[in-house]
């Protein structure tokens, strides 16, 4: 929801550091199997996550997965699960976990159905933000932000809700634009986004 530049920016910026700071793992190499292994523990060995707050990482944008390990890797995001799972990745391996993950395909989520009131609220909310005009006209995302589209409900509402109140300012024109609306209106907005399908599935 931020303009494609400064989201480019944002993310060259974080690459610089990355490729700074992150050294070649001094560890025994893991094949990209056994390292996406340790992820479904959280994310799902079938791609449905074992917790609604935890993200879909199946099908999600390649650019926008290796850029999350990177933001986890170098502490501009932060989580309990996440801090020990990324201490021994090197950039090579995050480059391979992310195009892995990239490759497969998006699991159904089994969303519950939307209410023509909520759509209503949502689109009322989305439209005038322009949220389509980075995460792209069937909330799809690009190859920095991400696929939005039938993500976890839950999930979708931490995330903006973290935005909301400045608990996450890994994306500074989200911070902006989730501080514009009512936090009270966000569930709507989680529920609606959660529910989208794309052409043809």
Not at 53 to 71: D, E, F, H, K
Not at 147 to 176: C, N, P, S
Request: some cysteine; proline content about 6%; aromatic content about 6%.
């Amino acid at each position: 929801m931020i303009k494609p530049t400064a989201g480019a920016f944002l993310f060259g910026i974080l690459a610089i550091g990355y490729f700074a700071v992150v050294q070649p793992a001094p560890a025994v190499a893991q094949s990209v199997d056994e390292l996406a292994a340790v992820c479904a523990g959280c994310h799902g060995e079938n791609g449905v996550p074992m917790d609604k707050t935890i993200p879909n990482i199946w099908g999600q944008n390649r650019s926008y997965l290796l850029n999350q390990l990177v933001a986890f890797k170098l502490g501009h995001r932060t989580n309990e699960q996440m801090a020990p799972v990324v201490e021994s990745l090197s950039k090579t391996d995050m480059e391979a976990l992310a195009t892995h993950f990239s490759k497969l395909s998006w699991p159904d989520l089994q969303q519950p159905p939307v209410p023509d009131d909520v759509k209503a609220k949502a689109r009322a909310i989305l439209d005038p933000l322009n949220c389509r005009g980075c995460h792209q006209e069937h909330y799809q995302g690009d190859t920095v932000r991400p696929r939005l589209a039938g993500q976890q409900d839950d999930y979708l509402v931490k995330t903006m809700t973290d935005f909301h109140t400045g608990d996450r300012k890994t994306y500074l024109g989200m911070v902006a634009l989730m501080k514009s609306i009512d936090e009270a209106d966000i569930k709507a907005l989680g529920a609606y986004l959660a529910a989208v399908k794309l052409p043809g599935h």
